[in-house]
């Protein structure tokens, strides 16, 4: 009896510091009403059915796309905005160059005169949400309110959001507190500012993507990173697979790429034919939380219950499990119809867009017909290779970890660490060519060390140094390594086919961590020879293997001296050890 009387409790009095932060927003941005989400089903029923009826929301064919809505965001709201995206942290060198900084009190000024009023007419929905298995010791809670039904549609997805979240938030007293409206989306009133030391965030004009779903970037990223800085373990923009090879030992991978550098594709690699007896699990897509465990290894969990991905280009030869998984329960956001209202997008083999991404009758004039950042949210549940062991309260243990970037040139198809903290080297170094998933300039090469510019939430010479400790702490440390699927030749033609292909090279990294393949040293780390990597089956161009496998010494001393001038930027926050390792390896090339 008396727990059924306790989960009558109204939400409102679970948690009283929860109620207390809600009174107070309420009472600053003024909604008509107040609505604690109690993460159900038939509540996300609801909620759909309202904006449906609102026109935010429209139905897809629900022959081919049953469950499936399509959302058209404004057009000027598309990406996450790094550019209004701040640290406000009380010492500025605490948020370091790789952040933009404002004063917390000045920050807090500027938010409240925005968040003033409001929520008039609107409705203000509280999230309690967990980022993490319910049950796990590493899992960390939020409660997001926010004024955008379209974001609490995301949040029930993408995260263990409701009821049992804020249960463990009553439990547990601590939570991450994350403010959002969606204000009137003017770029020009947009802010997304992260206060550390204060366990919160304030985000307002924007109801896109990392800008708004605050449990994403915004907490398991930034907020995330600092948490772990003072807790000892690592909050990290990487996807997590599990690799069973044909001798039945499974071993668990962390990768960390760029946004849109394809980490929903690995996470959810199909083994190619001519890879017979490999079996590919997901765990996560975009982060993970790794942890030192007892045993000297490094274990992972994925803080998220969903996948917010990019749509184009998805088809069932670069990701056939995404392909199957978006035919049903799936949220689509900017992407276009057919006539018949079926999603389209650019790299579908067959139909044909009606309308683009706006509404407007396509025309190839105006560009794509879906935006090349269009999103699909959908339950990791729903993918075909979806790891049980996602829900392990303990998370799995990691072999390797694998960081790459997006690069026609220089950087070989794959390359090994020498050992960890030369590793922390290469993770420090990565670069990349950038991506729709931010507003900016596409394709231009900046560096992005361990795929985190955008989302570490402190100084990155003090997170380089937070990395190192906890290397220093794993009697087991997983290897590193580097990759890139990106290599172009002369002519600009990708050398390496990528999506399922990609299994060649993971699987010579875990030949490696077994001590079974072999490798030439060389002065960036150690390089598979063309006989150690599995090419059997691949139709490469001649030439090709070894183009991908050559350190050019010429380019490689221009970059050392563009990773030096890089991380010179850092001053007396920078790990010495670095600048050892990277004289190292200058010291090889000669
Ligand atoms: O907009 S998100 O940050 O959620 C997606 C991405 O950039 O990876
Ligand atoms: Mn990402």
Redesign the pocket.
């Known amino acids: 009896m008396a727990t059924a009387a306790h989960t009558l409790l109204p939400l409102s009095q679970l948690s009283r510091p929860v109620t207390q932060w809600v009174n107070q927003v309420r009472e600053l941005t003024q909604p008509r009403a107040v609505r604690w989400c109690e993460g159900t089903e038939a509540e996300a029923r609801e909620l759909t059915a309202e904006l449906l009826k609102s026109g935010e929301l429209k139905n897809l064919n629900p022959e081919f796309f049953p469950g499936c809505q399509l959302y058209r965001s404004a057009p000027s709201d598309v ?2 905005v790094e550019h209004l995206t701040y640290i406000c942290t009380r010492s500025q060198e605490d948020a370091g160059p790789n952040n933009h900084w404002m004063d917390p009190q000045a920050a807090h000024a500027k938010m409240r005169d925005l968040f003033r009023g409001c929520m008039r007419e609107r409705t203000l929905y509280v999230i309690p949400y967990c980022m993490g298995p319910l049950d796990s010791p590493l899992a960390r809670c939020g409660v997001e309110i926010t004024d955008s039904p379209y974001v609490v549609l995301n949040m029930l997805i993408m995260t263990r959001a409701g009821r049992p979240a804020l249960e463990r938030i009553a439990r547990e007293g601590g939570f991450v507190r994350g403010l959002h409206s969606t204000g009137e989306l003017d770029p020009e009133r947009r802010f997304i500012m992260h206060f550390p030391e204060e366990l919160s965030i304030e985000s307002f004009g924007s109801g ?4 708004a ?1 605050l449990g ?2 915004c907490h398991a990223l930034r907020i995330a990173s600092w948490q772990a800085r003072s807790e000892g373990w690592l909050a990290e ?1 990487m996807l997590i697979v599990g690799l069973e090879s044909p001798r039945g030992e499974t071993h668990y991978v962390a990768c960390a790429f ?3 550098c394809g ?1 929903t594709n690995l996470a959810m690699l199909i083994p190619p034919e001519s890879l017979p007896g490999w079996r590919v699990y997901t765990v996560g897509d ?1 982060i993970a939380w790794l942890h030192p465990g007892e045993d000297g290894r490094l274990w992972a969990i994925n803080p998220e219950a969903g996948y ?1 991905g ?1 749509v184009p280009g998805t088809n069932p030869q670069t990701n056939r499990n995404a392909y199957e998984m978006i035919r049903r329960d799936t949220l689509f956001t900017n992407v276009a119809v057919t006539a018949d209202n079926q999603p389209w997008w650019e790299g579908l083999p067959s139909g044909k867009p009606a309308l683009d991404w706006q509404g407007r009758p396509y025309d190839p004039a105006n560009g794509p017909a879906a935006h090349p ?1 269009s ?1 699909f949210t959908v339950s990791a549940r729903r993918n075909p290779s979806w790891s049980p062991h996602a829900e392990d309260a303990r998370g799995v243990p990691i072999s390797a970890l694998v960081f790459g970037g997006r690069r026609r040139e220089v950087a070989p198809l794959v390359y090994e660490a020498r050992d960890w903290r030369h590793g922390v080297l290469v993770g420090a170094s990565v670069a990349s060519e950038t ?1 729709a ?2 507003v900016g300039q596409v394709g231009v090469t900046r560096r992005d060390p361990m795929a985190m510019q ?2 570490c939430g402190y100084n990155f010479g003090d997170y380089w140094q937070h990395w190192l400790n906890v290397g220093a702490r794993l009697a087991r440390p997983p290897r590193i390594y580097h990759v890139n699927w990106f290599r172009r030749d002369a002519q600009g033609k990708f050398l390496w086919p990528g999506y399922g292909e990609n299994l060649r090279v993971l699987a010579w990294m875990l030949e490696r961590c077994a001590g079974r393949a072999g490798a030439s040293a060389s002065a960036i780390g150690n390089l598979p020879r063309p006989k150690d990597l599995n090419t059997h089956g691949l139709n490469l161009a001649p030439g090709a293997l070894e183009a991908l496998l050559t350190v050019d010494p010429a380019l490689w001393r221009r970059e050392v001296g563009e990773i030096r001038e890089y991380l010179a930027k850092f001053g007396a926050r920078l790990p010495a050890a670095l600048l050892e390792e990277l004289g190292k390896t200058e010291q090889q090339l000669g």
């Open positions: 990406a996450r896109y993507g990392g800008n779903l994403k970037k923009h760029p946004s849109a980490k975009d917010f990019v950042n999103r991506t998933a931010a955008p989302f």
